[in-house]
Each structure stands twice: as structure tokens, then as C-alpha cells.
């Protein structure tokens, strides 16, 4: 984020002028916004993938300092957790073959962590939650040996001021409940995460088109069913991910919007309002400063802020579609789409990243009225149903040139988007092979209900009754990452009796 986080611990007069320097942050951003040509350029997409770590038992590995070292890559960084690692892929232009840009880098990063891991007894997954981790493994020494990672949990905690209790309500009649006085169990949680350059004046229509596209594209992105032995939501990432961070106490849940959140409402007028909301809406957490002591003064002068202490700020507010300043290229806007989890194969995570911006593309033109026609609150809803029940979810949509108000199951919605999806890609520039090899794996995966989640659901059923929950578990994920290697999308995989056996 621009800041080297090399402290933890700060006093309150660091807060006050955290705050201060925000403030000059969003004058200095609204400056530029009105500058003529600021964050005008070509379309580009970009990725970030986190990655768990596994020993040959399919358990956490918590090595990942080791492994970083060991892969001696600058794409490759530390995650929360110490069994986690993220990989950076260098940003493309959306023209051309971009997923198999993103896709060749991709595997030829994690060829490298791979190797690194073997040496030290370890191997990579790519799942939204590791289906074997335990609650030991996801206690306060689980946080990765680093400043950040610690400041930002004590920074959590400073504004809470009560333990974290997560309480997920799953398939079975009891809940699962955790409570923490730290933010380990963040590391359960593993995304891929997709950056999308957009022009200032057509931002907050792709913005609000990605909040809407959101939903549809996680139903059949669904990745990660277990956590700690109990089968929760089709993507229980989602709620862990929310609960683990929230940083409102028990009282403060009714009238405080959570830092991890779909968000307020449709977006409106300038982008900069987004900024403005995660700063009014947010105490700091990372109090820390940036050289520039005058950002607005940088701005008005005709110069490129780096606005550092927004970008730290921001990046302690885990909106599931965020919006994002960069000081890189001449300056420019991103929206950062959340909501996708690791896995099971780079093509399914590039076939969910293409069905997501081709929607996005397609939904920006006549948002306006989209926003108009539909209530937020039924986006909001649209998007905790897909978490919960993937492709079984019924969703809130929009029907015919009248914008009559239906629900549709999310596979039926995907399918009839895939068309307007692709027709935006293609508009973008996107090679039309590129566009149809993807977009098939998602029409196949619909078709065959079989999303992540649905096939670890099966294969753990067909282990379950004879080994028990947690070595179906272990036995699953064993599969999983057999079958992951092959590069061979989730929707071919064998299921049943065939999957459990290894054939």
C-alpha cells in the first residue's frame, strides 16, 4: 500500500493524525478527479490468488515465510495466516488473450512456490477453506510473524473492544461458533481476487454493475463448503470472512456497517464518494504516515499524489467489490472484485473472473436504470443467497424492456447472461476463442450442477458413513488436489464412488 508496516503498536495522537492526513487524502483525490484526462487509459485486468499450504497428510503448513523465501519471487507475498501465501500476476490489457496472459503467468508462479513448498515437506492448494484444518490450527500463533498482520488484528480489536464471535448456520441443527480475541481465523479464507481498470466517468456504473453481477457469478463459483468438520454454507468463506473481522461490538451491529460488507446502497455521482464512505464509515486501523504531508497541495499544484494513507485505509476495509486508487500508469481507478474463491483449477478461476467482467461489461451501459428499477437491499440479498446455496439460490433480477421484478434459480440466470457476457468481452476486445473456451466451462459447470463445492459435498457423502468425518475429509482433499493438479475444470471431475476411489 505505499507505507511499510514496521510497527504494532500506537498511541492515540497517531489516530488523530491518521485521521487528519485522510481527509487531505479525498481533497487531493477530488482534485484530481476534476483534472481533464486523470485515469483515462486502455482497460487493463489484473489478479491476486491466495494459496493454503499442505504437509503430505493434507494439513495446514504453516511455513509460508519459509517458502516465500525459498521461491525468492517478487509476485509471490505473505497472507495472514502462516500457512497462507498470495500470489501477484502482472497486469494485462483486457484486448487480446488476457486470461491467457494472467493464466500462463499464473502457473509458472505457482510452478515456483510448488518447489519451494517440496522442499520443505509442503505442497499448494487452491480452495476457498481448507476442508482439514482444526481449531488449533487457527489459533493467535497462526498469524503470520509480521507487523501488519499483528497491527491490523490489535487494530481490530482496539475498536471492537470485545473477543470475535463467528456463528455460521449450517446444514446441520448446530451452528458452528468460534470466539477469538484475535483475527487468525481470517487465514481460513483464501480468495481470487480480479482488478478491473476503469475510466473515472464510466466508474461508478461498473461499479454498480459488479455489485449486481456479484451474485450470479459467485453462485456457480462456489468453492468452499467445510469448515472445522461442519458443512455450512456453499461458500462459507463469506461469512467467515465477515464475522472474523468485524470490528463492531455486539451493540454496535445495528447502527455500524461491518468493515468486511456488500455496502450501503447503488452508488451515485463521482467515484470519490466511495472513498468518502470507507473513510467516514471506518476508523483507522493502521495509523501510519506517508511522505506527502501536503496530498491536496500535491494535487492542486498539478502533481500525482500517492494519497498513501487512503490506500492503507482502504485496504483495512474489505468491501466485497472495492473500489481502488492507484498512483501507478499516470494515476487511475480499479474496481477489485472480492468475492471469488481460490480454485479448484486456474481455468475455473479464470472462467469465473471472464463470466464476472463479461457481466460486469454488459450490466455498466444501462445501470442507471437498473439502480433505478431495483432495490439495493435485493442485490444485498441476491448475494448472501449465492453464498449460502450456490447454484440453488433463487435470485432477485430484472425481466424484458418493462424491468418487470422476477426470481429466477441462479444456474437458469447464469445461463441466460452467458450470452451477454460474452457480447461484452468480445466488444472489449477480448479474441473470441478466448471468450468461448471460458465461458464453456462455465455453461458446463451449470449444466452439471457440479461446482466446487457440490463435488466436495459428494465425494466427503460417498467417504463419510465407513472413515468417518474427518478422514473423508482428508481423503477428499487428497483427491482434490490430485484432480486440481491435472488442470482439468471442476465440472469434469469424477464424482461418487469413482472420485472416492482415485479413478
Known amino acids: 500500500m505505499g507505507i511499510a508496516i514496521d510497527r504494532e503498536d500506537f498511541q492515540e495522537d497517531d489516530y488523530v493524525r491518521f485521521g487528519e492526513r485522510l481527509e487531505q487524502c479525498l481533497e487531493g483525490l477530488a482534485v484530481l478527479l476534476e483534472r481533464p484526462g486523470f485515469g483515462v487509459g486502455p482497460r487493463t485486468v489484473g489478479a491476486e490468488l491466495e494459496l493454503f499450504l499442505v504437509d503430505d497428510q493434507s494439513r495446514p503448513l504453516p511455513e509460508n515465510q519459509s517458502v516465500l523465501d525459498g521461491a525468492g519471487d517478487g509476485r509471490v507475498t505473505l497472507e495472514v495466516g502462516k500457512f497462507n501465501l498470495e500470489l501477484n500476476p502482472d497486469p494485462t490489457t483486457l484486448a487480446g488473450r488476457p486470461f491467457s496472459v494472467l493464466e500462463g503467468e499464473m502457473e509458472e508462479v505457482m510452478a515456483i512456490v510448488a518447489k519451494a513448498a517440496r522442499a520443505r515437506g509442503g505442497r499448494v492448494a487452491m480452495v476457498g477453506i481448507l476442508p482439514t484444518l482444526r481449531e488449533p490450527d487457527l489459533r493467535r500463533n497462526a498469524i503470520t510473524d509480521s507487523p501488519r498482520y499483528r497491527a491490523i488484528s490489535n487494530g481490530l480489536l482496539r475498536l471492537r473492544q470485545e473477543p470475535f464471535r463467528v456463528r455460521i448456520q449450517g446444514r446441520a441443527a448446530k451452528p458452528l461458533e468460534l470466539v477469538r480475541d484475535h483475527t487468525a481465523v481470517e487465514g481460513a479464507c483464501t480468495s481470487f481476487q480480479v482488478h478491473l481498470r476503469i475510466d473515472p466517468e464510466r466508474f461508478t456504473d461498473a461499479y454498480n454493475a459488479a455489485q449486481l453481477a456479484t451474485a450470479p457469478a459467485l453462485a456457480c463459483a462456489v468453492n468452499s463448503p467445510f469448515l472445522l468438520g461442519q458443512d455450512l454454507w456453499d461458500e462459507t468463506r463469506v461469512a467467515l470472512f465477515e464475522q472474523s473481522t468485524d470490528d463492531r461490538g455486539q451493540e454496535a451491529k445495528d447502527r455500524l456497517v461491518p468493515r468486511v460488507a456488500v455496502g450501503t446502497g447503488w452508488a451515485s455521482g463521482s467515484p470519490l464518494g466511495l472513498f468518502e464512505e470507507v473513510v467516514k464509515l471506518h476508523g483507522p486501523v493502521l495509523p501510519l504516515l506517508g511522505d506527502d504531508a501536503d496530498p491536496a497541495g500535491v494535487a492542486r499544484a498539478g502533481g500525482l499524489p500517492a494519497l498513501d494513507e487512503l490506500r492503507l485505509h482502504n485496504g ?44 460486469t461489461l454488459a450490466l455498466a451501459p444501462g445501470m442507471a436504470a437498473w439502480a433505478r428499477a431495483m432495490p439495493f437491499a435485493r442485490a444485498h440479498e441476491n448475494f448472501f443467497r449465492a453464498a449460502r446455496e450456490g447454484l440453488g439460490a433463487e435470485l432477485n433480477w430484472l425481466h424484458g424492456p418493462e424491468r418487470e421484478a422476477v426470481t429466477l434459480g441462479a444456474g437458469e440466470l447464469c445461463l441466460r447472461l452467458l450470452p451477454d457476457a460474452a457480447g461484452a468481452l468480445e466488444r472489449a476486445g ?11 466451462v462455465i455453461e458446463a459447470r451449470v449444466s452439471t450442477g457440479q461446482t466446487g463445492a457440490a463435488w466436495q459435498r459428494r465425494t466427503v457423502a460417498e467417504l463419510e458413513p465407513t472413515i468417518g468425518t474427518e478422514q473423508a475429509l482428508g481423503r477428499m482433499l487428497e483427491r482434490y488436489l490430485e484432480l486440481s493438479s491435472t488442470g482439468e475444470p471442476v465440472h469434469t471431475w469424477p464424482t461418487g464412488e469413482r472420485a472416492a476411489a482415485g479413478g
Open 316 to 359: 483495512t476495509v474489505w468491501r466485497w467489490n472495492r473500489a481502488i486508487y492507484d498512483d501507478g500508469y499516470g494515476g487511475h481507478l480499479r474496481v477489485e472484485l472480492r468475492a471469488l474463491p481460490a480454485g479448484p483449477t486456474v481455468v475455473d478461476m479464470l472462467a469465473n473472473a471472464a463470466f464476472l467482467l463479461g457481466c
Open 430 to 440: 477480448v479474441d473470441r476463442d478466448e471468450v468461448a473456451r471460458l465461458l464453456g
